[in-house]
């Protein structure tokens, strides 16, 4: 097993540093400074690098970090990656040099045409597709695309840690408890998040069970969020149809 060390990047977003005696690896890094002050405090290498999609915000750190480290990056198979050494698509089998950690790649196209998900270890590392209480806005892909990603990561264990790429969890609570406000497992959620982040903590990883129970874009077969999504959408007739309206109606939000 490894250990899974957070490093807030920007203004929300997290870089996921995985580390396994002296090697480690990072998971979209955006920006390289924060990742090279922790590799220097903790004594590590950095032996890979994993990118989810090609968002400046998960792979602007990439260069620096190489001119720094010799490590592996793995990326989309398909999108514009900085230094990419292996390319990846779903179905692959990831092994992480000195790290003795494999993940499984998981196409999750939507946000992004080439998004990829890692998953192993029952950690699931999401990129920008699924967040606390919410999903990523659909950049390139489809409504379909979209929630047939979700609909990939919502069948993973339910025991799953996911750890996304920001942290959105409180905004994105709002928005699902004006789309389902009779959903208890939520609203005890909002309040737990409210508390963590009133003390600057962080809300991330979350599981896939709790994604699962509180949700909406995981959720759009419930009758509340399709009666919700109906009021915006009256002809939203299917659980993707109910997806596309609820994601419009967050983007205005
Ligand atoms: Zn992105």
């Known amino acids: 097993m490894f250990d899974v060390i957070r490093i807030p990047a920007f203004k929300d977003n997290y870089i996921w540093l995985l580390r396994k005696g002296a090697a480690a690896a990072v998971v979209d890094p955006g920006d390289a400074q924060p990742v090279l002050e922790v590799l220097e405090r903790e004594h590590l290498s950095l032996t890979a690098i994993l990118v989810t999609h ?30 990419r050494t292996t390319p990846v698509r779903g179905g692959d089998r ?5 790290c003795d950690i494999e993940f499984q790649v998981l196409d999750v196209p939507g946000h ?11 950690c699931l590392f999401c990129g920008d597709t699924l967040f606390g209480a919410g999903c990523g806005r659909l950049f390139e892909g489809t409504a379909t ?23 959105y969890t409180q905004a994105n609570l709002r928005f699902a408890l004006a789309v389902e406000p009779g959903n208890r497992c939520l609203r005890s959620r909002a309040e737990a998040v409210s508390l963590a982040r009133d003390e600057g903590l962080p809300t991330i990883p979350s599981t896939i069970a709790l ?3 509180s949700n909406p874009f995981l959720r759009c077969g419930e009758p509340e969020v399709v009666a919700s999504a109906r009021r915006r959408v009256p002809g939203a007739k299917d659980a993707v149809a109910v997806f596309a309206a609820l994601r419009a109606w967050k983007d205005g939000f």
């Open 54 to 83: 090609h968002h400046a915000d998960h792979q602007g750190g990439v260069s620096r970090l190489l001119a720094h480290y010799r490590a592996e990056v793995f990326g989309p198979a398909v999108e514009s990656i900085t230094g």
């Open 94 to 98: 990831v092994r992480i040099p000195f």
């Open 112 to 122: 992004t045409l080439g998004h990829v998900a890692y998953y192993g270890a029952g």
């Open 145 to 167: 695309q979209m929630a047939d990603s979700l609909a990939r990561l919502a069948a993973l264990p339910d025991q799953t840690a996911v750890y996304c790429a920001h942290e």
């Open 211 to 213: 994604e699962k129970a």
